[in-house]
């Protein structure tokens, strides 16, 4: 159905920068309809990469746990309390790392759908760092420092006591099951007058960062013996050889200065694909933006504007019709016995479908006001009659209720438009159509006395009957062949 007339058009707005939160609390991320309206009757559906299965999806205030992603059930809420007023921020208890990304606010209400998208932060501070010393080395003493617990990978620096950056022998990152960072990194202290080294831990995403430190007393490390006395003996015998060796470095060296190139080329048409998408994106909200105003131009004078059914629907209601295709087709050929020439003689009503072969049923009484539109498939079906009859009575008894039919209809690759009661055919033209309608919609406006048609195959107008001046009850009307209008037939 349409929205209702108290529902103005919205957009949804979410915050222009990131949400941070820390591991283990409850995030909000804030999802806010503009101008502000209370969102108690729309369908609000917050998703990640995929519309289903999602996140959270409300619909008429009831939560759809059958369309729920598992990890979320039970974590995620609406804001309950600020609904009235167009909020429907997403809560979420105890986040995790894997909360951590993008995820999508779309509202939706009638034929009007708009979203917006909020980036969550999850940050995880890990533990105190564990600083030790592994072992004494020849030429000097080696420490560790390892902590858990971080996301996302955290930063890790070796420090001494004046501030100065110790480049770090080796060090190692992997994440555990529930996708935290453990971090594990070593130093090899050569220097006695160092004294104190301090292991950093930062998080990237805050300011927060945590220290450690060891103190390496001189005599920890490792003292002078005869084989330094021997290794200067040794040192120019060191030196032939190494020469020896400079060549086959001097290879290595280019071939990873090669690998080198080739990873800079791959970043530059990472960073060239990335510029395009941003292109793309703006390419597209521009056009959105386009689609916006056209829509709202011709929402302003949509009267004039044969075009777009499909945006002509939001300012129609849908009627409520059902087509039964089980309805045998009328037997032109077959005999008439005398009980069939009482039902043909009869006058064709709602209650009794089949006597005048239409196959179409409306569940209310007949359009006496307002705007409705109903779609029929017509498929490859060759002949046809679709349109609608108006029943006015005009205070006479039930069998002299007179019938005006205003249709369409198609017979093989002809088409023409009647208007006509019994056999006198007050109006007929042939319409010549570019695309065969495998579906048409028709739209009734009562108030303003205009019945259209559009080919909903390629969503364009095909024929109206205006200034129609109705009269009585309008009913739809659709059968399988067209009128018989000799003058030995009534209308079927």
Excluded at 11 to 36: F, H, K, N, Y
Excluded at 359 to 364: E, F, N, P, R, V
Aim: one cysteine or more; glycine letters at 6%.
């Amino acid at each position: 159905c349409l929205p209702s007339p108290e529902v103005s058009q919205f957009s949804v707005r979410g915050p222009a920068e990131p949400i941070m939160v820390l591991l283990g609390t409850d995030a909000t991320l804030p999802c806010q309809l503009s101008p502000v309206q209370s969102a108690s009757g729309m369908h609000v559906r917050w998703y990640r990469a995929q519309l289903t299965p999602a996140v959270l999806v409300v619909h008429d205030g009831q939560e759809q746990e059958d369309v729920q992603m598992p990890e979320y059930r039970g974590r995620t809420q609406l804001a309950r309390d600020a609904i009235a007023t167009g909020n429907v921020a997403l809560q979420i208890q105890q986040v995790q790392a894997s909360d951590n990304g993008l995820y999508h606010c779309q509202v939706t209400y009638g034929f009007t759908s708009q979203e917006a998208t909020v980036e969550l932060h999850v940050i995880g501070l890990g533990s105190a760092p564990l600083v030790r010393m592994t072992g004494v080395e020849t030429n000097g003493i080696r420490v560790s420092c390892s902590s858990s617990g971080w996301f996302p990978k955290p930063t890790v620096q070796w420090r001494d006591t004046q501030g100065n950056i110790l480049p770090s022998s080796s060090e190692s990152q992997a994440q555990d099951r529930d996708g935290l960072f453990r971090v594990e990194t070593s130093l090899l202290v050569t220097d006695r007058a160092v004294g104190d080294v301090i292991c950093f831990i930062q998080n990237p995403l805050h300011d927060q960062e945590k220290a450690k430190t060891i103190s390496l007393p001189e005599p920890f490390f490792p003292r002078n013996s005869p084989w330094r006395t021997a290794l200067a003996c040794l040192l120019p015998i060191l030196l032939v050889l190494f020469s020896g060796t400079s060549l086959a470095c001097w290879k290595e060296h280019r071939a990873k200065r090669r690998e080198m190139d080739k990873n800079s080329e791959e970043w530059h048409k990472m960073n060239q694909m990335s510029q395009e998408m941003k292109t793309a994106l703006k390419n597209r909200d521009e056009l959105q933006a386009d689609l916006d105003r056209r829509k709202a131009l011709y929402l302003e004078d949509w009267k004039k504007a044969l075009l777009y059914p499909d945006w002509r629907k939001e300012l129609f209601q849908l009627a409520p019709v059902m087509i039964n295709h089980e309805v045998p087709h009328q037997d032109k050929s077959g005999p008439k016995t005398e009980e069939s020439s009482r039902e043909e003689t009869a006058d064709p009503s709602l209650s009794n479908p089949q006597v005048d072969h239409n196959i179409i049923t409306l569940y209310q009484e007949g359009f006496m006001l307002g705007r409705y539109y109903w779609e029929v498939d017509i498929g490859d079906t060759e002949e046809w009659t679709l349109g609608v009859y108006e029943l006015y009575t005009q205070d006479a008894p039930p069998r002299d209720s007179v019938k005006k039919f205003r249709v369409l209809e198609k017979k093989g690759d002809k088409y023409r438009a009647l208007t006509f009661c019994s056999q006198n055919v007050s109006r007929e033209e042939a319409l010549l159509l570019d695309t065969r309608p495998l579906k048409i919609a028709i739209f009734l406006d009562h108030e303003d006395n205009d019945l259209s048609f559009y080919n909903m195959t390629d969503e364009t107008h095909i024929f109206s009957f205006t200034q129609a001046g109705f009269q009585g009850s309008l009913y739809p009307y659709f059968k399988h062949n067209r009128m018989d209008l000799s003058p030995s037939h009534s209308p079927k």
